[in-house]
């Protein structure tokens, strides 16, 4: 594996124009986009991320009236989950999962219940800990144990990572024809450590509850892809050919996308409502949503301008910038989040 999704060097003038077309679709300017593209330039420049594909050879434009309504795609969402064809190849939920939603429930669960529900499971443990020991936290000595990870980060913010690695573990192993499942967890990792990041910077309580919705996400995408995969790939020409945004050429084929599907799966699972939140949101935030959508919606924007974008060819999505004046954070503080990403992802997404 290459240490950073990286490729050639480009020149000024190549990486002006590669900039340009990422950032083709994600709206105006802002102190935030304008940090970013100048991020994205010198990246290119250094060949720190991977220039995207030439552009389509035209857009196709949305017809008025195309889309279905929110009721109905929320309709047609469940009747997709619903079919007994397709149930059967999402992965079943680790016994591990639902214990640990068990113990972020309850109040008077102790260090060794955690400890107990974790050790059942080695890869599990081991995910854990490599969070725990990564650049996100830098601590001065080595956690060997549950035990000890609970001790210095808190049983709530262990409880969180937990869900967080379980999951993830759970999905590992799906692996759609059109999606790289490298990239797609590369993208996941990058907008975890993201809002993670800017969660902390922002005095958010609990980073690892945005940790958590930034790693999940985009699980939506990877349910689509694994579940009907002919119509995703259509939804896919859409994008790549006419130069659709994914989420609207997935509306156009599905009659939703993969960001109501993502919710609609982690709200069956009983999972946090931030999780089930930034799955719902992460593209189209409200103003005073819920906290996390807010963090991962940025976060997500930015792992994309920075090279992670979960499929080849992806341009940066539409940024509300509203979210970033929310967080009252100066752009400096992306910059330098921006500038130990890939040691981070390094670390967590290839558990090097």
Not at 44 to 56: F, K, T, Y
Not at 192 to 198: R, W
Not at 254 to 272: K, N, T
Not at 303 to 308: E, F, I, N, S, T
């Amino acid at each position: 594996m290459n240490a950073a999704p990286g490729g050639a060097a480009l020149s000024a003038e190549q990486s002006a124009a590669a900039v340009a077309w990422l950032f083709s679709s994600c709206g105006g300017c802002s102190p935030v986009l304008d940090a970013l593209r100048r991020l994205a330039v010198e990246r290119l420049a250094q060949g720190l991320q991977e220039p995207p594909p030439p552009p389509p050879p035209g857009k196709l434009l949305p017809r008025p009236g195309d889309m279905a309504p929110a009721a109905a795609a929320a309709a047609a969402a469940r009747k997709f989950l619903n079919q007994p064809s397709r149930r059967l190849k999402l992965p079943a939920p680790p016994v591990a999962l639902h214990r640990l939603q068990a113990l972020l429930a309850d109040p008077a669960a102790s260090v060794r219940d955690m400890a107990e529900v974790i050790s059942l499971d080695p890869r599990l443990a081991a995910s854990l800990l490599r969070v725990v020991n990564s650049p996100l936290y830098s601590l001065p000595v080595k956690v060997e144990t549950v035990t000890r990870a609970v001790a210095i980060l808190g049983q709530r913010q262990v409880s969180m990572l937990a869900l967080a690695a379980a999951m993830a573990d759970m999905f590992q192993d799906a692996r759609p024809d059109l999606l790289d499942p490298t990239r797609f967890w590369e993208h996941s990792m990058a907008s975890a450590v993201l809002a993670h990041g800017l969660a902390l910077a922002a005095g958010r309580e609990e980073p690892e509850r945005h940790y958590l919705a930034g790693l999940l996400h985009d699980l939506g995408r990877l349910a689509l892809h694994a579940m009907e995969p002919d119509m995703a790939r259509r939804a896919r020409e859409l994008h790549l050919v006419h130069g659709m945004p994914e989420v609207e050429a997935e509306r156009r084929v599905f009659e939703f996308d993969h960001a109501l599907l993502g919710a609609m799966i982690f709200s069956d699972w009983r999972l946090p409502h931030g999780v089930v939140a930034a799955a719902a949101s992460h593209h189209d935030p409200s103003p005073g949503g819920n906290d996390c959508a807010l963090v991962v919606h940025v976060a997500n924007v930015a792992a994309v301008a920075l090279g992670y974008g979960a499929t080849a060819g992806e341009v940066v999505p539409v940024l509300s910038p509203w979210v970033w004046e929310d967080l009252d954070l100066p752009v400096e503080k992306l910059e330098e989040m921006a500038a130990g990403l890939d040691a981070m992802v390094e670390v967590l997404a290839r558990g090097e």
